[in-house]
């Protein structure tokens, strides 16, 4: 018993028409890496919610060291030594690095001998030492809003560490950040360990796992399937037992002959409010059965390419036409409806509106239409529910109520897939994906690829935006690469190799 850090024995927890976490029991060693696997909405957030305090099981026990613990609140789990970083950071935008992380434990003072208040001097100073322990270097007078994505994780981090958890659950943790982030960020999980922390990962990414984990206990529908070495395990065993098939890691893809032009963007350039340049003068066609991809580095302008082909920001110059036609006049609704559309980067501020229900959400683009909506304005809703299970069903999108889901409480990567559903329904003659598979498992994404194959074929357009190199490479006809907002290089992706595209990515590519 004394081996162990936490060990969960029979956890069950039930939500209305689904069960999340059925009897489920796993033992984790003092200093390993463990990680929980499974599809989207498997349970594998859940069960860790359960021991950060979260939710409190239907049933089961939680052992602490060897001590049955009850775990009510995330301050009981503080208390425990058990940090978690969510998958969606909690932090506040407006405060500085070292507010955010003595949120709830500030060191205090006395003013004049008497009036207590929070000692600022003294928090920056705790957490920059802090910081440079763990080789996560921050300045604590940053403000939130102001610092990378990367950034933003290793405060979640060292949030934890001030509190001195001794177990740190990280929530799909490389999500959203670029490939030289992740490589950094799992490092950084290796050291932790080496420092005598015990980790568990919840990651949909099985090279991941291969890279830093010791065991791994695969989820399925709320039901412990396996546990494995992962030393001994292969991906393919993994992502087998994952979805209940077998998984094709390798992507086939069929020679589609290009059609007409469907997307023509000349000379597009954006500047921020503050007249920071974004983009500068990018140029590009996608033709009728074609896979544009646009590779860069994280905030290298890519989203703000996406954004002002869809209007969302307004570009400063250049021109964009659809199907031979300027679209420079139209609104977001009017661009839309000529054949545009768009999975966003950002899914709940911008693709979703949490708080309504799953149907209502996977109609937003067209209730205004027939058979949704009568001449006279009148919503048919069981029009909506109606084309919402098909969507259900064919997009694979679970959750506990069906298409009365309240969207907020569904799992991230169902989510996903239900803005991906959405726009792909609409039929449009350009598609324009912004990091389609962000936090989904790799039986979704081996569907979300097979679609874009599939929407290839049919001769849509598409512009695909990612983070993720495999998935630009194996997916692409054209590849434009961006650095610092400016293109590096437009070439058929058969000519080029994935080192060459990273090279580009960091602006360090040699023509010679």
């Keep these: 018993m004394e081996d162990y850090f936490v060990q969960l024995k029979h956890i069950t927890k039930t939500f209305p028409g689904i069960v999340a976490n059925d009897d489920v029991s796993i033992d984790i060693k003092k200093g390993e890496i463990y990680a929980l696997l499974g599809e989207n909405g498997a349970g594998k957030s859940t069960l860790m919610s359960i021991l950060f305090g979260l939710y409190e099981p239907d049933g089961g026990q939680i052992f602490i060291k060897g001590k049955e613990v009850s775990i009510t609140s995330p301050l009981k789990a503080n208390k425990l030594n058990i940090g978690m970083v969510h998958q969606h950071f909690k932090l506040v935008s407006d405060q500085t690095i070292a507010e955010n992380i003595i949120l709830g434990a500030e060191p205090m003072k006395k003013k004049w001998g008497f009036i207590k208040s ?5 928090a ?24 990378p994505v990367s950034t933003r994780q290793r405060v979640e981090i060292l949030k934890m560490l001030y509190r001195n958890a001794e177990l740190l659950i990280f929530d799909e943790p490389t999500a959203v950040l670029a490939p030289q982030e992740i490589n950094s960020l799992l490092e950084i999980i290796k050291s932790l360990r080496d420092n005598g922390k015990t980790i568990i990962l919840i990651t949909h990414k099985l090279d991941e796992i291969k890279q830093v984990a010791d065991r791994c206990a695969i989820l399925c529908k709320g039901k412990l399937i396996d546990i494995l070495d992962v030393k001994k395990a292969s991906t393919q065993q993994m992502a087998n037992l994952m979805v209940g098939r077998e998984i094709e890691l390798e992507e086939v893809r069929e020679e589609v002959k290009k059609g007409k032009v469907v997307l023509e963007v000349e000379n597009l350039s954006y500047k921020d409010k503050d007249k920071v340049s974004k983009i500068s003068d990018v140029s590009f066609k996608i033709y009728e059965g074609e896979v544009l991809s646009i590779a860069g580095v994280s905030g290298n302008g890519q989203v703000e390419i996406a954004d002002a082909i869809c209007n969302m920001i307004r570009a400063t110059s250049g021109t964009i036409k659809l199907n031979g036609k300027s679209i420079d006049h139209m609104n977001i609704r009017e661009r839309a ?12 501020n911008v693709g979703l509106i949490l708080d309504f229900p799953l149907y209502e959400n996977l109609i937003l683009k067209e209730y205004f239409r027939e058979p949704y909506c009568s001449k006279h304005g009148i919503l048919n809703f069981n029009e909506f529910k ?3 299970n098909e969507l259900i069903e064919n997009f694979d999108i679970r959750s506990g109520k069906g298409c009365e889901t309240t969207v907020r409480s569904m799992s991230g990567g169902n989510q996903q897939k239900a803005i991906v559903a959405r726009e792909i329904a609409l039929n449009s003659s350009l598609i324009i994906f912004v990091q389609p598979t962000r936090g989904l498992d790799v039986g979704a994404i081996d569907n979300i690829h097979n679609k874009i194959n599939e929407l290839r074929k049919q001769g849509k357009a598409i512009l695909l935006i990612s983070l993720e190199l495999d998935e630009i490479m194996a997916l692409s006809d054209t590849i434009l690469v961006l650095y610092s907002g400016k293109v590096q290089t437009i070439e058929d992706a058969k000519n080029l190799s994935k080192n060459q595209v990273g090279e580009y990515m960091m602006g360090v590519h040699n023509n010679a």
Excluded at 134 to 143: F, K, M, Q, R, S
Excluded at 337 to 348: F, N, S, V
């Design 118 to 122: 929070i000692d600022i001097d003294r």
């Design 124 to 147: 920056n100073k705790e957490v920059a030492e802090l910081s440079k322990r763990y080789n996560l270097e921050v300045n604590p007078t940053d403000i939130i809003k102001d610092i």
């Design 337 to 348: 409806e000529a054949g545009i559309a768009y999975i966003p980067e950002d899914r709940q």
């Design 386 to 388: 109606k084309q919402s």
